[in-house]
């Protein structure tokens, strides 16, 4: 892989979260992974985000990729813009003496965006893994989610409509459109599939379900407890492991105790990822019943593995991570959901089939293709000046 023919550029990303955060998901792996794809290719990457209990201010990650942590949940896209501005005007940590200026910024909208492009004299790339429409209402109150929804929708777009667009899937191009957004500005970058390589693993001897990912109302892990109690019955040996760590745990072990499946479900907070593979390896299915996802990196972690999954229909990037009837199941409400994982969980060679597929379409995924395609749009976008007009950047030969 040849690096830039220039000097190397400095690229700063904005993501409110890092991997290291305990709230971190596939959107943190995602940034991290794109920034060492970049530092393997002779940039210098730094990654602004918020403070947090696991993490120092600043470190270097394994991939060379420099973290700045500095203000908190709501408080780090200010700090974010301080720490710019004070590198503008020649100290803070983004001096000459620090790693220098950057010359692009990769602003990471996940709901609230930075907004960099009101402040920075730089070319700006902003990054949206998916839309929030329907996330916001559960996630905040009525006011709040009014507020953070116009931010979304009317504001950003605006702020951004000089700015070349990267996402995940067809399907948030699809939504960022509905927003104005011109789907000739929004190149797709799909996420890669990680490493998924294990000793060769058995199945559990009887039926099991898997839920990965963070515990937050928006991921509805409360249907996969509802489809363990509605299949009790007729498969007394199922059991379900949720995997992973959030606020709302509590709340999902009331609902499985009120459901009366507490002795069929395991919660194992956080996971290491020679835990996860193994949990992927061993379920007979895997249950993503997200409310949306920008892409579903799970599903494909699972697929890897030969382990299909259960997802919604229409919940954003999953309709393309898995493939309705071939690697998965898409259902369309929650008792389409529950008879779905029954057929998978009743029919062995269907499964295994679907699990082969899986295994084939989570191959076709690699890092290594994401990362020659962010770097080639940074070298074209970093060419341009700032504020230029979009048309000069014509990125869509990016997208498939």
Known sequence: MEAPAAAPRHVLFLNWRDTRNPEGGGSEVYVEQIAGALVGRGYRATLLCATHSAGEAEEV?????????????????????????????????????????????????????????LYARRPVIALVHHVHREQWPVVLGRWLARFGW???????????????????????????????????????????TPDMTIEPTARSAQP??????????????????????????????????????????????????????????????????????????????????????GWGLTIVEAGALGTPTVAFRGAGGVEESLID????????????????????????????????AARAHAARFTWSVSGDTFAALVTRAAKVPARAPVEQIEPSYLVP
């Not at 942590?69 to 710019?84: D, I, K, M, N, Q």
């Not at 929708?153 to 939504?175: I, K, M």
């Not at 690697?327 to 082969?356: H, I, Q």
């Open 61 to 117: 990650t394994a991939a060379g990729v420099r973290v700045l942590r500095r203000g908190g949940r709501h408080t780090v896209y200010l700090r974010a813009a301080l720490v710019y501005l004070a590198g503008a005007l020649g100290f803070g940590p983004l001096t000459r003496r620090r790693g220098g200026r950057p010359d692009l910024i990769v602003d990471v909208g996940n709901g609230l965006p930075f907004l960099s492009a």
């Open 150 to 192: 116009w931010v979304e929708s009317w504001l950003a777009p605006r702020v951004y409509r000089r700015c070349q667009y990267v996402t995940v899937s067809s399907a948030t191009r699809d939504e960022l459109a509905v927003l104005g957004v011109d789907p000739a500005r929004v190149a797709i970058v799909h996420n890669g």
């Open 208 to 293: 099991s379900l898997v839920a990965l990912g963070r515990l937050v109302p928006h991921k509805q892990v409360e249907v996969a407890l509802r489809t363990v109690a509605a299949l009790a019955g007729e498969l007394p040996e199922l059991t379900l492991v949720v995997a992973g760590q959030g606020w709302w745990e509590p709340q999902l072990r009331q609902v499985a105790a009120d459901l009366g499946v507490t002795d069929r479900v395991r919660f194992t907070g956080f996971v290491s990822d020679a835990e996860k593979r193994e949990l992927l390896a061993t379920s007979w299915v895997a249950l993503t019943p997200s409310l949306k996802e």
């Open 325 to 356: 009837g071939e690697t998965g199941l898409l259902a369309d409400d929650d008792g389409d959901f529950v008879a779905k994982v029954r057929l998978l969980l009743t029919d062995e060679a269907y499964r295994d089939a679907m699990g082969s």
